[in-house]
Protein backbone atom coordinates (compact mmCIF):
# COMPACT_ATOMS: atom_id res chain seq x y z
CA UNK A 1 0.00 0.00 0.00
CA UNK A 2 1.02 3.72 -0.05
CA UNK A 3 3.35 5.00 2.72
CA UNK A 4 3.45 8.73 3.17
CA UNK A 5 6.35 10.29 5.01
CA UNK A 6 5.63 14.06 6.58
CA UNK A 7 8.63 16.72 7.28
CA UNK A 8 8.91 18.37 9.41
CA UNK A 9 6.50 17.02 12.27
CA UNK A 10 6.62 20.43 14.00
CA UNK A 11 7.69 23.69 12.60
CA UNK A 12 7.21 27.45 14.58
CA UNK A 13 7.51 30.79 12.35
CA UNK A 14 7.80 34.29 12.72
CA UNK A 15 4.55 35.79 11.62
CA UNK A 16 5.28 37.00 7.71
CA UNK A 17 7.60 34.80 7.31
CA UNK A 18 7.00 31.44 4.60
CA UNK A 19 6.65 27.90 6.28
CA UNK A 20 7.27 24.73 4.15
CA UNK A 21 6.13 21.15 4.57
CA UNK A 22 7.26 18.37 2.94
CA UNK A 23 5.42 14.71 1.96
CA UNK A 24 7.28 11.85 0.03
CA UNK A 25 5.00 9.26 -1.38
CA UNK A 26 5.63 5.22 -2.20
CA UNK A 27 3.74 4.45 -4.95
CA UNK A 28 4.17 5.63 -8.24
CA UNK A 29 0.63 5.30 -9.12
CA UNK A 30 -0.87 7.77 -6.96
CA UNK A 31 -2.60 10.61 -8.64
CA UNK A 32 -4.14 12.80 -6.00
CA UNK A 33 -2.40 14.69 -3.21
CA UNK A 34 -4.84 16.68 -1.07
CA UNK A 35 -3.63 18.68 2.04
CA UNK A 36 -5.97 19.16 4.97
CA UNK A 37 -5.62 21.66 8.02
CA UNK A 38 -6.61 20.73 11.32
CA UNK A 39 -7.08 23.16 14.28
CA UNK A 40 -7.56 22.17 17.83
CA UNK A 41 -9.75 19.44 18.97
CA UNK A 42 -11.86 19.95 15.01
CA UNK A 43 -12.30 17.89 11.96
CA UNK A 44 -9.26 18.55 9.63
CA UNK A 45 -10.53 20.70 6.49
CA UNK A 46 -9.12 20.53 2.63
CA UNK A 47 -7.35 23.34 2.10
CA UNK A 48 -5.64 22.57 -1.18
CA UNK A 49 -5.22 19.95 -3.90
CA UNK A 50 -3.09 18.62 -6.79
CA UNK A 51 -3.77 16.30 -9.21
CA UNK A 52 -0.22 13.85 -11.47
CA UNK A 53 -1.14 16.03 -14.39
CA UNK A 54 -0.10 19.32 -12.58
CA UNK A 55 3.22 20.36 -11.31
CA UNK A 56 2.41 23.80 -9.03
CA UNK A 57 -1.18 24.80 -7.71
CA UNK A 58 -1.80 28.48 -6.14
CA UNK A 59 -4.60 29.77 -4.30
CA UNK A 60 -3.73 33.12 -2.75
CA UNK A 61 -1.34 32.55 0.56
CA UNK A 62 -0.99 28.78 -0.18
CA UNK A 63 0.95 26.42 -2.97
CA UNK A 64 1.38 22.96 -3.49
CA UNK A 65 4.45 21.72 -5.91
CA UNK A 66 4.69 18.23 -6.97
CA UNK A 67 7.75 16.47 -8.27
CA UNK A 68 6.08 13.22 -9.73
CA UNK A 69 9.78 11.80 -10.83
CA UNK A 70 11.18 12.15 -7.26
CA UNK A 71 7.49 11.08 -5.79
CA UNK A 72 7.52 14.45 -3.12
CA UNK A 73 5.63 17.11 -3.09
CA UNK A 74 5.30 20.33 -0.89
CA UNK A 75 2.82 23.03 1.21
CA UNK A 76 4.25 26.51 0.97
CA UNK A 77 2.00 28.79 2.92
CA UNK A 78 3.55 32.66 2.53
CA UNK A 79 3.01 35.42 4.80
CA UNK A 80 2.14 33.29 7.34
CA UNK A 81 -0.25 34.85 9.92
CA UNK A 82 -1.05 33.51 13.67
CA UNK A 83 -4.59 31.94 12.23
CA UNK A 84 -2.11 29.44 10.36
CA UNK A 85 -1.54 27.59 13.21
CA UNK A 86 -2.87 24.41 13.07
CA UNK A 87 -1.64 20.44 11.91
CA UNK A 88 -1.61 20.23 8.72
CA UNK A 89 -1.70 16.67 6.84
CA UNK A 90 -0.56 15.51 3.11
CA UNK A 91 -2.27 12.86 1.96
CA UNK A 92 -2.08 10.82 -1.41
CA UNK A 93 -4.03 8.16 -2.91
CA UNK A 94 -4.56 6.31 -6.74
CA UNK A 95 -7.83 4.51 -5.59
CA UNK A 96 -10.63 5.11 -2.93
CA UNK A 97 -8.31 5.64 -0.17
CA UNK A 98 -6.23 8.48 0.74
CA UNK A 99 -2.82 7.66 2.77
CA UNK A 100 -2.17 10.04 5.41
CA UNK A 101 1.08 11.29 6.46
CA UNK A 102 2.03 11.97 10.31
CA UNK A 103 1.10 15.36 10.41
CA UNK A 104 2.98 18.77 10.97
CA UNK A 105 1.99 20.99 13.83
CA UNK A 106 2.53 24.60 12.70
CA UNK A 107 3.06 27.45 15.04
CA UNK A 108 3.23 30.61 14.06
CA UNK A 109 4.92 33.39 16.47
CA UNK A 110 3.42 36.91 16.67
CA UNK B 1 -21.98 20.19 -1.39
CA UNK B 2 -22.31 17.24 1.01
CA UNK B 3 -22.61 17.44 4.32
CA UNK B 4 -21.80 14.95 6.98
CA UNK B 5 -23.83 14.60 10.48
CA UNK B 6 -22.04 12.03 12.96
CA UNK B 7 -22.90 11.93 16.66
CA UNK B 8 -22.77 11.66 19.05
CA UNK B 9 -19.66 14.50 19.50
CA UNK B 10 -18.03 12.94 22.99
CA UNK B 11 -18.71 9.80 24.31
CA UNK B 12 -17.06 8.14 27.86
CA UNK B 13 -17.78 4.59 28.26
CA UNK B 14 -16.39 1.56 30.55
CA UNK B 15 -13.88 -1.50 29.36
CA UNK B 16 -15.81 -3.87 28.11
CA UNK B 17 -19.45 -1.88 26.93
CA UNK B 18 -20.52 -1.70 23.55
CA UNK B 19 -20.18 1.16 21.23
CA UNK B 20 -22.46 2.45 18.30
CA UNK B 21 -20.69 5.75 16.21
CA UNK B 22 -23.14 6.39 13.73
CA UNK B 23 -22.27 8.60 10.43
CA UNK B 24 -25.08 10.08 7.61
CA UNK B 25 -24.60 11.99 4.86
CA UNK B 26 -26.29 14.26 2.74
CA UNK B 27 -25.97 16.02 -0.63
CA UNK B 28 -24.65 12.93 -2.71
CA UNK B 29 -25.58 9.84 -3.81
CA UNK B 30 -23.49 6.15 -3.53
CA UNK B 31 -20.67 8.24 -1.83
CA UNK B 32 -17.41 6.74 -0.29
CA UNK B 33 -17.61 6.72 3.11
CA UNK B 34 -15.01 6.09 5.27
CA UNK B 35 -13.91 5.41 9.49
CA UNK B 36 -10.94 7.29 10.57
CA UNK B 37 -9.11 7.23 14.16
CA UNK B 38 -6.75 9.68 15.87
CA UNK B 39 -5.23 9.24 19.05
CA UNK B 40 -4.31 12.48 20.63
CA UNK B 41 -1.33 14.18 18.98
CA UNK B 42 -1.18 11.86 16.25
CA UNK B 43 -2.29 11.04 12.53
CA UNK B 44 -4.96 9.75 10.77
CA UNK B 45 -5.91 6.00 10.96
CA UNK B 46 -8.11 4.66 8.28
CA UNK B 47 -10.26 1.73 9.87
CA UNK B 48 -12.58 1.01 7.03
CA UNK B 49 -13.96 2.11 3.77
CA UNK B 50 -16.94 1.40 1.51
CA UNK B 51 -17.69 1.79 -1.71
CA UNK B 52 -21.07 0.62 -1.48
CA UNK B 53 -24.43 -0.73 0.42
CA UNK B 54 -23.29 -3.71 2.17
CA UNK B 55 -19.72 -3.60 1.10
CA UNK B 56 -16.97 -3.30 3.85
CA UNK B 57 -13.12 -3.44 3.72
CA UNK B 58 -11.06 -3.61 6.85
CA UNK B 59 -7.82 -1.89 7.13
CA UNK B 60 -6.35 -2.63 10.69
CA UNK B 61 -7.72 -6.19 12.36
CA UNK B 62 -8.98 -5.15 15.69
CA UNK B 63 -12.48 -5.32 17.79
CA UNK B 64 -14.40 -2.92 15.63
CA UNK B 65 -16.42 -3.84 13.14
CA UNK B 66 -18.12 -1.46 10.45
CA UNK B 67 -21.66 -1.93 8.76
CA UNK B 68 -23.65 0.18 5.77
CA UNK B 69 -27.44 -0.50 6.37
CA UNK B 70 -28.32 2.16 3.57
CA UNK B 71 -26.36 4.14 1.23
CA UNK B 72 -25.62 7.44 2.97
CA UNK B 73 -25.36 5.83 7.00
CA UNK B 74 -22.17 4.08 8.10
CA UNK B 75 -21.81 2.93 11.31
CA UNK B 76 -18.73 1.65 13.37
CA UNK B 77 -19.67 -1.01 16.39
CA UNK B 78 -17.67 -2.50 18.77
CA UNK B 79 -19.17 -5.81 20.79
CA UNK B 80 -16.61 -4.70 23.76
CA UNK B 81 -14.40 -1.31 23.88
CA UNK B 82 -10.85 -1.56 25.63
CA UNK B 83 -8.58 1.16 26.90
CA UNK B 84 -6.78 1.44 23.57
CA UNK B 85 -10.17 2.13 21.25
CA UNK B 86 -10.09 5.66 23.28
CA UNK B 87 -9.54 8.44 20.11
CA UNK B 88 -11.13 10.43 18.31
CA UNK B 89 -13.00 9.10 15.72
CA UNK B 90 -13.86 10.88 12.20
CA UNK B 91 -16.73 9.41 9.22
CA UNK B 92 -15.84 11.16 6.08
CA UNK B 93 -17.27 10.88 2.75
CA UNK B 94 -16.21 11.47 -0.92
CA UNK B 95 -18.25 11.81 -4.17
CA UNK B 96 -18.89 9.02 -6.66
CA UNK B 97 -15.38 7.63 -8.11
CA UNK B 98 -12.01 7.66 -6.66
CA UNK B 99 -9.86 10.55 -5.89
CA UNK B 100 -11.53 13.27 -4.46
CA UNK B 101 -10.81 15.47 -1.33
CA UNK B 102 -12.67 13.78 1.68
CA UNK B 103 -15.35 16.20 3.50
CA UNK B 104 -15.18 15.07 6.87
CA UNK B 105 -17.82 14.81 9.52
CA UNK B 106 -17.12 16.92 12.73
CA UNK B 107 -15.74 13.78 14.72
CA UNK B 108 -16.45 11.70 18.00
CA UNK B 109 -14.24 11.88 21.04
CA UNK B 110 -14.19 8.82 23.20
CA UNK B 111 -12.90 8.11 26.18
CA UNK B 112 -13.04 4.50 27.05
CA UNK B 113 -11.84 4.24 30.74
Known amino acids: GENVEQHPSTLSVQEGDSAVIKCTYS??????FPWYKQELGKRPQLIID?????GEKKDQRIAVTLNKTAKHFSLHITETQPEDSAVYFCAASNDYKLSFGAGTTVTVRA | SQTIHQWPATLVQPVGSPLSLECTVE??????LYWYRQAAGRGLQLLFYSVGIGQISSEVPQNLSASRPQDRQFILSSKKLLLSDSGFYLC????????????FGSGTRLTVV
Open chain 1, 27 to 32: DSASNY
Open chain 1, 50 to 54: IRSNV
Open chain 2, 92 to 103: ASTGVGANYGYT
Open chain 2, 27 to 32: GTSNPN
